[in-house]
């Protein structure tokens, strides 16, 4: 094959030169002996024309391998086509884990699946989602498919290290935006209740901004503040004061009263409304989520459990789909008691 032989140390400038020119053959690597380097190219070059010790010569290449486009195309020559349609190209990476939704009727295919995905992400291990999220303490049950069978892991989130268990802890990585989103708008000094703060994603991501003054994170789980503890000590985030227990109960031994109150329990939160609202200060912040259809439900529920206080909306926007037609709502809202 037909390459462009050129000085070792001039060999960087003449590659983003050729690049820029689209005239390397991307298919190939590029070899280097002591003294030369050798670019495969895609055409015919003047060598005088690129560097005036360049030469054409003849020689092999390693061909790269190619990386597919997206897992499925791993599948094509496993899967048949029919079938291939009804995966999902979407899955969650929570740390070094992959997290997919099967359907039925690939059931026999799962663990095709599994491997294919596990070669595509070069993660450690892929798991599948076999329940939804149940109970208070907010747990969903998973299959091993491919790869290493454990569900500990490390996630990093805008450098906030996570450290946590799929299988025994409520997590989700498709919410790091709206926790950087509510994580920018926190002043200097703040006093914080993250309400059901599982291993303290939304508190953690509070904390590296380095505004608030304390963040009161609680959750029910004994497994999540477990983790949550660890991540503060990784994480250097003392300013969060871990508490385990029911809320209602937390609440009663917390001798403060709080700028911002973070509700996300958007199956539930609804029912500790009244809480929040006597929890909070004149003219605190409340970060409200409901499952809901519109905007309105949620607004109303807001708005009832605050009488007979003033509440002024601040924001109100769609985190992410639930499921056809339900969305996780969000809304920020200040309470005006006075």
């Not at 060598?47 to 094509?76: G, M, N, Y």
């Not at 993250?194 to 508190?203: E, K, L, T």
């Not at 509070?206 to 497994?223: C, L």
């Not at 789909?321 to 005006?336: E, F, H, L, M, V």
Request: include cysteine.
């Amino acid at each position: 094959m037909k390459a462009l032989r050129v000085p070792k140390r001039d060999a960087d400038t003449i590659i983003r030169r050729l690049i820029k020119d689209s005239l390397i053959d991307s298919n190939y690597r590029i070899k280097r002996d002591q003294r030369s380097v050798f670019i495969p190219l895609k055409e015919p070059v003047d060598p005088k024309k690129i560097h005036e010790d360049a030469s054409i010569v003849e020689t092999e290449f390693q061909e790269k391998e190619k990386r597919p486009r997206d897992f499925k195309e791993i599948l094509k020559d496993k899967i048949e086509d029919r079938l291939l349609k009804d995966i999902r190209r979407s899955f969650d990476i929570i740390g070094d884990i992959i997290i997919l939704e099967i359907p039925e009727e690939l059931e026999e295919h799962k663990h095709t699946i599994g491997e294919a995905l596990l070669k595509f992400t070069k993660k450690r291990g892929v798991f599948r989602k076999k329940s939804k999220v149940k109970g208070v303490k907010r747990i969903r049950e998973f299959e091993h498919l491919a790869g290493e069978n454990s569900t500990e892991t490390i996630h990093v989130e805008y450098s906030t290290r996570i450290k946590l268990d799929i299988k025994k802890v409520y997590f989700n990585p498709r919410l790091a935006n709206e926790r950087e989103r509510i994580a920018k708008q926190v002043k200097k000094g703040e006093i914080i209740l993250d309400m059901f703060a599982g291993v303290g994603p939304f508190s953690l991501a509070i904390a590296r901004h380095k505004k608030a003054s304390k963040i009161y994170a609680v959750d029910i789980n004994p497994t999540a503040i477990k983790y949550l503890k660890e991540n503060i000590r990784l994480n250097k985030a003392h300013e969060i004061i871990p508490c385990h227990g029911d809320i209602r109960k937390v609440a009663q031994k917390i001798p403060e009263k709080f700028d911002r109150i973070i509700m996300n329990l958007p199956a539930s939160a609804k029912e500790f409304l009244d809480l929040a609202i006597k929890l909070i200060k004149d003219d605190g912040i409340i970060h409200y989520y409901e499952f809901a259809r519109d905007f309105k439900t949620p607004t109303e529920h807001l708005l009832e459990a605050s009488k007979p206080f003033k509440v002024k909306i601040l924001n109100k926007r769609i985190v992410k789909s639930k499921s056809p037609g339900i969305w996780q709502i969000a809304i920020d809202a200040k309470i005006q008691k006075t």
